[in-house]
């Protein structure tokens, strides 16, 4: 039986070269993506460097749970075991806007539709887990050490006035706080769950760019920002490299081990999160 790897946010940036490196080592892959017609365009691209392997285009709207709880119970019956979760996408939603289940965007689609993803998943994970190993990726961010760490009681910004670059920093300190309680959770599992920045990478997360501020990016590109490939190597090193099999609990910085902000490690702020989550999406578990 072949492996088979899980991924979010496949179909651009750090994430299609992701899944084109794991299609490339041999797993079967599905890409979650809200654009069917793309997610066949990537298919084709990755399925010609990688042809042996089976790809399947999976529609999910992050930012409807409804969509992400269907996806996810479809999956766990259709793979009994399931050996790699990437979880990826994300979004840095310049206006404030809830999803249609009462929710702030930027966090819904960054943490929470991932927390409901896993969660389904993760018999499939545990299955793979007891046998050959399994492990959890999370794209997270150096945008987490600006994160405030009380975002946890006003994820809806009723008390805050809303600002992209914090509501992406706070979307961020939630993916490393989930990624290391899973890995506390999921001790003696067989699964390993982890976490990383990939750097400032030329991508398309930030979208509904002015002229001038694509004129601005553009340059910024060519001087500062590193590629997507440049970008994807530290999933590809969680997801992949033998030395990371039995790692759990860890960020990397890049290609470098190293310590997450303080607040990040904080138990009673995993489990606040954690008991939010659920609060959040009781109806979709
Ligand atoms: N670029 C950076 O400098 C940087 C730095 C630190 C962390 N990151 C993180 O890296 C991850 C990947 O981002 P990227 O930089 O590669 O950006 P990107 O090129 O914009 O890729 C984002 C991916 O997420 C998908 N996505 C966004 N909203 C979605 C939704 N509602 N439903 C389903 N899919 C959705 C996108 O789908 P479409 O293809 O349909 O748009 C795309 O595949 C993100 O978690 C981001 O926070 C990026």
Redesign the pocket.
Known sequence: MGKTAII?????????VGATQVAKAGFDLVL????VE?GEHCKAQIQAQAPDVAIDVVE????RLASVAQVGRDLAQRYASIELLIN?????EMAYSKTEDGVERTFA??HL?HFVLTHHLLPALKKAGATSGARIVH?????HYMADPSFVDDVNWERRKYFVFKA?CDS?LA?VLFSNDLAARLEGTGIVSNCF?????????W?DQKWYEKLLFGLLKKIY?IS?EK?ARPMVHLALDPEMANRSGIFFFEMKEKDVKSFARDDQLQAKLWQLSEQLTQSFL
């Open positions: 979010t946010g496949g179909t651009s940036g750090i994430g299609l979650l993506c809200r654009n793309k999910c709207e992050l930012d990826n996408a994300g979004t840095a689609v960054n539709a794209t997270a961010s150096e945008a992406y961020k993916n920045h990939p750097g400032r990478v030329a991508t398309n997360i979208p920002l997507p970008g």
